[in-house]
């Protein structure tokens, strides 16, 4: 069965104080990985696509990484600006060729 | 560029109604998903449309749940009779076709039943 599994489930950090969200995942066909961030009452904003192991895209403080099991969402010298939930999902090469699986997110505090 | 646009943003109904969402994708997207959404649980699939086509509607309960994208106008997810259980947050994504491609969400409506 297709799983997205996203560790820890919360995480409060000081501001500048670096860290990494984990999202594994169990997938038949992975086509892609996205990383979204989520604000209270709004919608995901996409941040990041990896394709292939080894890949890793880079945004400001934001940095994606992906291996054949799991990617890493690494947050260098984060600020305040940058709480928020961070979703994890997949896209597998099912029947319809477009079924996305997300994870339960981690919500992240940055405390100034 | 404005966007998904999703409307109405809350919805208060009570046992029993009908409850209609709407959202209309971005410009030039053909391709349009529905995911609910419930505190403190991740986003899940409902059913993923083309204009005028389900393409896959297997997160969807089999009753009172409806989806249509027509022709002209926005997508709809439909929601007959609605239990307590319905309350939860709905988003609507759209994205350019098959293939890896981006999900662009919508803001979300939030539906409370009474």
């Known amino acids: 069965e297709d799983q997205v599994t996203q560790s820890p489930e919360a995480l409060r950090l000081q501001e500048g104080e670096s860290s990494s969200l984990n999202c594994s995942y169990t997938?038949?066909?992975?086509?892609?990985l996205f990383w979204y961030r989520q604000d209270p009452g709004k919608g995901p904003e996409f941040l990041f696509t990896?394709?292939?192991a080894g890949e890793e895209k880079e945004k400001e403080r934001l940095k994606a990484t992906l291996t054949k099991k799991e990617s890493f969402l690494h947050i260098t010298a984060p600020k305040p600006e940058d709480s928020a939930t961070y979703l994890c999902?997949?896209?597998?090469?099912?029947?319809?060729?477009?079924?996305?699986?997300f994870g339960t997110g981690t919500s992240l505090t940055v405390i100034p | 560029n404005a966007g998904v646009m999703q409307n109405p943003r809350h919805l208060v109904r009570r046992r029993g109604q009908e409850a209609r969402l709407r959202c209309s994708p971005m410009?030039?997207?053909?391709?349009v998903y529905w995911y609910r959404q419930l505190p403190e649980e991740g986003l899940k699939f409902m059913v993923y449309?083309?204009?005028?086509?389900?393409?896959?509607e297997s997160g969807m309960p089999k009753e009172r749940f409806s989806a249509e994208f027509p022709k002209e106008g926005p997508s709809i997810l439909r929601i007959q009779q609605v239990v307590r259980g319905d309350s939860a947050a709905y988003f609507c994504?759209?994205?350019?076709?098959?293939?890896?491609?981006?999900?662009?969400f919508g803001a979300g409506s939030r539906l409370t039943v009474l």
């Open positions: 999902a997949v896209q597998t090469a099912s029947h319809t060729g477009n079924q996305f699986y």
């Open positions: 997938v038949s066909g992975l086509r892609g």
């Open positions: 990896l394709y292939s």
């Open positions: 994504a759209s994205s350019l076709g098959s293939g890896a491609n981006v999900l662009t």
């Open positions: 449309l083309q204009k005028e086509n389900i393409i896959d």
């Open positions: 410009k030039g997207h053909s391709h």
